[in-house]
């Protein structure tokens, strides 16, 4: 509940810091503030399980120590992106203040989405977080492509979003109770009612597309591509986790109990979204467009969650959200720096900045799934919990496959970092301060360290 | 637990904190000379580690164990035993003597090619000592990665693309790897640790043992894990990576990869294939050897038409490798005991052959047969160290390669009639590929390449008499190496039988 208020409320304090205060940067450091603010009171929250700020939702909303940690990764590595990356959302456009704001609201329809225990709120969540996006998208004005990604991103969310409140309203419709409390929806005695049935597919549609699941997953490369740099490194991370966890808690709290009869849409879902994302990720030349297919091979990777739907699953999850959202970001970071976004433009990066080179290197590793990064764990919880599950084991076989052909487009990029030499003499930007520096490698620390002890993490789910 | 250090996490720490110090050396010398001393104290520890080799008194010395990710029932839990400490002997003879006859090659950016080597030896320790199937698949990871760097940094023209072949297939094969062990930890018992923490499951290896898996799963488990030890191997069809890899790496990389690394795969087998499956090895035996047997003969008659000596050394190292596989799939004592010891031996030799042929490069220049000749007039005593070490290398008597072919291959006579019959071939090819590329490189006229060659220097003839005297002593007499794997044997049929 604190992440709530206090997200909303920072946000409006940005809009209007925006009017008042001219300086151009200090909405950066206002934002910071906010951001290790929201950090410190949802810290407070998981730790001691009193909130601040309390209101009654009516059972509404639903507090407990999974979607608290969640939301502590959230904020958590939305303050690392802020930190990297504040001063690159400077250099997007006028509206300094604004984005920052935006992305404030943003994180409130996270919180909302991360703790919703009606339909109704999982609507309000997931519409709050896409309309500041869909502005965002767009707020290289003068780039026709940032232009485009926008418009599409907007006609596609909301063709989504129509079909997700059709969903929630077939399953309004099919309860004879008449309530939109997920807990509580009629599942019938071991036949699904055919309006829940059409209900439940329309809803796991319209998440596939804001997880960027394939067969849903088109808006996706366009539109990351298209939105300005830093934006995107925003979106693919703590956007599409955020989705993921709604996702999952849906069908865990609605649907947990006839898991096997939507099991097989998701392993078709799953298998598809491994494939496409991985496959079309080896032919990209720009590392941009590349991250945008990485995403959605990850997706595929968090997927698996869904389909083994255990306590181990969760875990999983969260650190699935955790790794891969650090190290993306990480990586976005390091390739905003750069003066060209192909895979050419990384060649040689090791020499002229070894530290950047070394904390990309270590990105790319987590990523890719080695021993002692925190990739490795996420993956490594992600295939006990379906391993677990006992069913369609060719599934797990099918993703450490792609796992394995995730390494070839991962490696391209660390074979140009130390293995070849620079084209021209200077490769990236020069505002890389020592501070920038720092940070990555507090973030690789970081990815580091949960590979080794990923419990620090998993250990607040029982907390 | 002990609250003293104990052998295997010397084997480990040692190489992986001087690793690390040794990035930040600068120079061209320190690094070097910090590679040698920090390798010689784990010799020195490996060696200490042979007098405590009774674990009825010494247990405490040999075995220890922390608490790590125990919630999932896994621990730090590292441990000696015949096999891991014949192969932590030998990672620990090796590195020496690759670091001492290498001397004389200049790598740019020294001290990360020193500090990577290292890593690497730690890697490798971490994986002939763990007894937890994560641990174990930890390091079996982390050996691989500062080779993937090394190769990839300081190979030959083609290394990148090389490297990458070897990198994905070997990726491949462990993740592949990693399902098998999540799949029987899903079926082990329960583990209680000392402080009342409870798992579900264990990642222990005597959980592993004790897995309750029906036949048809060990079946398939089977394959997974075999796949992955067969890519490090490497046997046959599972080897093309190797070729190329060790014709673009560095000379001293290869030597690490040929002589320790494909242990790995070897060990792998003698630790958590054979003895976790028991039931699927007994069904598909005939199938591996034969699959061997095949590799054996393939990779001699491929080693007799190669021109490059870096390759014909790799497709000996296969047909090598390919019979040690074999002799560990017959599974009687004949045959395991052979391969234990050439496990030793194989690496020595097979490192021995590198430094000859990383000798004859770095003079030269030139890698193929057909522009070498009369090395011989040129560099007599280098001359001399080769027949010595390519006579081993086809397993003549009275050096240490015979011992454990000859019992190898009694074992496979055991089995099968033919199958050793089969794999006889490959002495007879051996001899031919050998000697045939004796003759032309170091005998006959000399070369215009062969023109430069001089005679080798005191630090490369220090390493080479090292191993030519491990070649003879081990040869005259291998009951040291029979005395220190013997109970790992039993062990090992024990759990088979």
Same mark, same amino acid.
């Given at each position: 509940?604190?992440?709530?208020?206090?997200?909303?409320?920072?946000?409006?304090?940005?809009?209007?810091?925006?009017?008042?205060?001219?300086?151009?940067?200090?909405?950066?450091?206002?934002?910071?503030?906010?951001?290790?603010?929201?950090?410190?009171?949802?810290?407070?929250?998981?730790?001691?399980?009193?909130?601040?700020?309390?209101?009654?939702?009516?059972?509404?909303?639903?507090?407990?120590?999974?979607?608290?940690?969640?939301?502590?990764?959230?904020?958590?590595?939305?303050?690392?992106?802020?930190?990297?990356?504040?001063?690159?959302?400077?250099?997007?456009?006028?509206?300094?203040?604004?984005?920052?704001?935006?992305?404030?609201?943003?994180?409130?329809?996270?919180?909302?989405?991360?703790?919703?225990?009606?339909?109704?709120?999982?609507?309000?969540?997931?519409?709050?977080?896409?309309?500041?996006?869909?502005?965002?998208?767009?707020?290289?004005?003068?780039?026709?492509?940032?232009?485009?990604?926008?418009?599409?991103?907007?006609?596609?969310?909301?063709?989504?979003?129509?079909?997700?409140?059709?969903?929630?309203?077939?399953?309004?419709?099919?309860?004879?109770?008449?309530?939109?409390?997920?807990?509580?929806?009629?599942?019938?005695?071991?036949?699904?009612?055919?309006?829940?049935?059409?209900?439940?597919?329309?809803?796991?549609?319209?998440?596939?597309?804001?997880?960027?699941?394939?067969?849903?997953?088109?808006?996706?490369?366009?539109?990351?591509?298209?939105?300005?740099?830093?934006?995107?490194?925003?979106?693919?991370?703590?956007?599409?986790?955020?989705?993921?966890?709604?996702?999952?808690?849906?069908?865990?709290?609605?649907?947990?109990?006839?898991?096997?009869?939507?099991?097989? /849409?998701?392993?078709? !879902?799953?298998?598809?979204? #491994?494939?496409?994302?991985?496959? &079309? +990720?080896? *032919? @990209?030349?720009?590392?941009?467009?590349?991250?945008?297919?990485?995403?959605?091979?990850?997706?595929?990777?968090?997927?698996?969650?869904?389909?083994?739907?255990?306590?181990?699953?969760?875990?999983?999850?969260?650190?699935?959200?955790?790794?891969?959202?650090?190290?993306?970001?990480?990586?976005?970071?390091?390739?905003?720096?750069?003066?060209?976004?192909?895979?050419?433009?990384?060649?040689?990066?090791?020499?002229?900045?070894?530290?950047?080179? /070394?904390?990309?290197? !270590?990105?790319?590793?987590? #990523?890719?799934?080695?021993?002692? &990064? +925190?990739? *490795? @764990?996420?993956?490594?919880?992600?295939?006990?919990?379906?391993?677990?599950?006992?069913?369609?084991?060719?599934?797990?076989?099918?993703?450490?496959?792609?796992?394995?052909?995730?390494?070839?487009?991962?490696?391209?990029?660390?074979?140009?970092?130390?293995?070849?030499?620079?084209?021209?003499?200077?490769?990236?930007?020069?505002?890389?301060?020592?501070?920038?520096?720092?940070?990555?490698?507090?973030?690789?620390?970081?990815?580091?360290?949960?590979?080794?002890?990923?419990?620090?993490?998993?250990?607040?789910?029982?907390? | 637990?002990?609250?003293?250090?104990?052998?295997?996490?010397?084997?480990?720490?040692?190489?992986?904190?001087?690793?690390?110090?040794?990035?930040?050396?600068?120079?061209?010398?320190?690094?070097?000379?910090?590679?040698?001393?920090?390798?010689?104290?784990?010799?020195?520890?490996?060696?200490?580690?042979?007098?405590?080799?009774?674990?009825?008194?010494?247990?405490?010395?040999?075995?220890?164990?922390?608490?790590?990710?125990?919630?999932?029932?896994?621990?730090?839990?590292?441990?000696?035993?015949?096999?891991?400490?014949?192969?932590?002997?030998?990672?620990?003879?090796?590195?020496?003597?690759?670091?001492?006859?290498t001397?004389k090659n200049t790598y740019?950016?020294?001290?990360?090619?020193?500090?990577?080597?290292?890593?690497?030896?730690?890697?490798?320790?971490?994986?002939?000592?763990?007894?937890?199937?994560?641990?174990?698949?930890?390091?079996?990871?982390?050996?691989?990665?500062?080779?993937?760097?090394?190769?990839?940094?300081w190979g030959g023209e083609k290394r990148?693309?090389?490297?990458?072949?070897?990198?994905?297939?070997?990726?491949?094969?462990?993740?592949?790897?990693?399902?098998?062990?999540?799949?029987?930890?899903?079926?082990?018992?329960?583990?209680?640790?000392?402080?009342?923490?409870?798992?579900?499951?264990?990642?222990?290896?005597?959980?592993?043992?004790?897995?309750?898996?029906?036949?048809?799963?060990?079946?398939?488990?089977?394959?997974?894990?075999?796949?992955?030890?067969?890519?490090?191997?490497?046997?046959?069809?599972?080897?093309?990576?190797?070729?190329?890899?060790?014709d673009q790496s560095p000379t001293s990389?290869t030597?690490?990869?040929?002589?320790?690394?494909?242990?790995?795969?070897?060990?792998?087998?003698?630790?958590?294939?054979?003895?976790?499956?028991?039931?699927?090895?007994?069904?598909?035996?005939?199938?591996?050897?034969?699959?061997?047997?095949?590799?054996?003969?393939?990779?001699?008659?491929?080693?007799?038409?190669?021109d490059n000596i870096k390759k014909?050394?790799?497709?000996?190292?296969?047909?090598?490798?390919?019979?040690?596989?074999?002799?560990?799939?017959?599974?009687?004592?004949?045959?395991?005991?052979?391969?234990?010891?050439?496990?030793?031996?194989?690496?020595?030799?097979?490192?021995?052959?590198w430094v000859v042929v990383d000798i004859l490069e770095r003079q030269t220049g030139v890698k193929n047969i057909s522009q070498l000749g009369g090395v011989?007039?040129k560099a007599?005593?280098l001359?001399?160290?080769?027949?010595?070490?390519?006579?081993?290398?086809?397993?003549?008597?009275?050096?240490?390669?015979?011992?454990?072919?000859?019992?190898?291959?009694?074992?496979?006579?055991?089995?099968?009639?033919?199958?050793?019959?089969?794999?006889?071939?490959?002495?007879?090819?051996?001899?031919?590929?050998?000697?045939?590329?004796?003759?032309?490189v170091f005998?006959?006229?000399v070369s215009p390449a062969a023109e430069v060659v001089t005679d080798i220097?005191?630090?490369e003839?220090?390493?080479?008499?090292?191993?030519?005297?491990?070649?003879?002593?081990?040869?005259?007499?291998?009951?040291?190496?029979?005395?220190?794997?013997?109970?790992?044997?039993?062990?090992?049929?024990?759990?088979?039988?």
């Open positions: 509940m604190n992440a709530i208020i206090f997200s909303a409320a920072w946000g409006i304090v940005m809009m209007f810091s925006a009017v008042f205060i001219k300086s151009k940067t200090a909405p950066k450091w206002i934002a910071i503030t906010g951001m290790a603010l929201l950090f410190i009171v949802n810290a407070l929250e998981l730790n001691s399980g009193v909130p601040l700020f309390f209101f009654n939702a009516q059972d509404m909303l639903r507090v407990n120590s999974f979607n608290l940690t969640f939301l502590a990764i959230v904020f958590g590595c939305t303050l690392q992106y802020f930190l990297l990356s504040a001063r690159d959302v400077e250099k997007v456009g006028e509206h300094v203040g604004e984005y920052f704001a935006l992305i404030f609201f943003v994180l409130c329809g996270v919180a909302l989405a991360a703790t919703y225990n009606t339909l109704l709120l999982l609507f309000l969540g997931i519409e709050i977080i896409s309309i500041p996006l869909y502005i965002l998208t767009g707020s290289d004005k003068r780039n026709l492509k940032s232009n485009e990604a926008s418009l599409k991103y907007l006609l596609m969310g909301a063709f989504s979003t129509g079909i997700m409140l059709m969903g929630i309203a077939f399953i309004y419709g099919g309860n004879p109770n008449a309530s939109f409390f997920i807990n509580s929806i009629n599942l019938g005695n071991g036949e699904l009612p055919v309006m829940i049935a059409v209900g439940l597919v329309l809803l796991l549609v319209s998440m596939s597309f804001k997880v960027s699941a394939a067969p849903f997953h088109f808006w996706t490369p366009d539109v990351y591509d298209g939105a300005p740099t830093v934006f995107t490194s925003f979106m693919s991370t703590i956007v599409k986790v955020a989705a993921f966890f709604a996702f999952v808690r849906l069908f865990e709290n609605a649907f947990g109990k006839v898991h096997d009869q939507w099991q097989t /849409l998701i392993v078709i !879902i799953t298998f598809a979204t #491994l494939l496409v994302g991985n496959i &079309t +990720a080896v *032919f @990209q030349q720009s590392v941009k467009r590349m991250l945008a297919y990485s995403s959605i091979a990850q997706a595929g990777f968090m997927l698996l969650a869904l389909f083994a739907l255990n306590d181990k699953a969760k875990e999983g999850l969260i650190l699935y959200s955790a790794a891969y959202s650090l190290a993306t970001i990480g990586l976005f970071a390091i390739l905003i720096k750069m003066n060209d976004y192909t895979i050419e433009g990384f060649n040689g990066l090791a020499k002229q900045h070894p530290v950047l080179g /070394l904390t990309a290197t !270590i990105f790319l590793l987590s #990523l890719t799934g080695i021993p002692l &990064t +925190a990739g *490795f @764990q996420s993956k490594f919880y992600m295939l006990m919990a379906s391993v677990q599950n006992g069913q369609s084991f060719w599934l797990v076989i099918a993703a450490v496959v792609f796992a394995a052909i995730s390494a070839y487009y991962y490696f391209r990029v660390i074979q140009a970092i130390y293995f070849k030499t620079a084209d021209t003499e200077v490769i990236a930007k020069t505002d890389i301060s020592p501070a920038f520096n720092v940070l990555l490698i507090i973030s690789a620390g970081l990815i580091i360290l949960l590979g080794v002890y990923p419990e620090i993490l998993v250990q607040w789910l029982y907390h | 637990m002990g609250s003293y250090i104990t052998f295997p996490e010397l084997f480990i720490w040692i190489p992986i904190l001087a690793g690390i110090i040794c990035f930040f050396l600068k120079g061209e010398k320190s690094p070097k000379i910090w590679a040698i001393l920090s390798s010689l104290l784990v010799l020195a520890a490996a060696v200490t580690s042979l007098f405590y080799t009774d674990d009825t008194k010494y247990a405490t010395y040999n075995n220890v164990n922390y608490y790590w990710m125990k919630e999932i029932g896994n621990s730090f839990f590292v441990g000696l035993d015949g096999t891991g400490r014949i192969l932590g002997l030998l990672t620990a003879i090796a590195f020496p003597v690759i670091f001492i006859s001397q740019k950016n020294t001290s990360a090619f020193y500090g990577l080597m290292l890593l690497t030896q730690g890697g490798l320790m971490g994986v002939f000592v763990a007894m937890d199937a994560l641990l174990f698949y930890f390091f079996w990871e982390l050996a691989l990665i500062p080779v993937y760097f090394l190769c990839s940094k990148i693309q090389a490297t990458f072949k070897f990198f994905v297939y070997t990726f491949a094969g462990s993740l592949l790897m990693l399902i098998g062990i999540i799949y029987v930890y899903q079926h082990t018992p329960q583990r209680i640790f000392e402080d009342g923490t409870v798992s579900a499951h264990s990642f222990a290896l005597n959980s592993f043992l004790n897995a309750s898996l029906t036949m048809e799963e060990q079946n398939w488990l089977f394959w997974l894990f075999f796949v992955a030890f067969a890519i490090k191997m490497p046997v046959f069809p599972f080897h093309t990576w190797q070729p190329d890899t060790y990389v030597m690490v990869l040929s002589g320790v690394m494909v242990k790995m795969g070897l060990f792998g087998v003698i630790r958590w294939l054979i003895p976790v499956f028991p039931g699927a090895t007994l069904q598909f035996d005939s199938l591996v050897i034969i699959l061997c047997i095949i590799g054996i003969i393939y990779a001699s008659c491929l080693a007799i038409v190669q014909l050394v790799a497709y000996s190292s296969i047909a090598h490798i390919g019979l040690m596989c074999a002799a560990l799939f017959t599974t009687n004592e004949m045959g395991v005991q052979g391969a234990m010891i050439q496990l030793f031996s194989h690496g020595i030799n097979i490192i021995g052959m011989a007039q007599p005593v001359t001399i160290f080769l027949v010595i070490i390519a006579l081993a290398n086809i397993a003549l008597p009275l050096t240490n390669a015979f011992v454990g072919e000859f019992l190898m291959f009694s074992g496979l006579f055991q089995v099968n009639t033919w199958y050793a019959i089969a794999a006889g071939i490959s002495i007879i090819l051996a001899a031919v590929y050998t000697l045939r590329m004796i003759q032309k005998y006959g006229d220097s005191f630090s003839k220090a390493a080479l008499f090292v191993i030519v005297v491990l070649v003879f002593v081990l040869g005259v007499m291998p009951q040291p190496l029979i005395e220190l794997t013997k109970k790992a044997v039993n062990t090992f049929l024990a759990t088979v039988n």
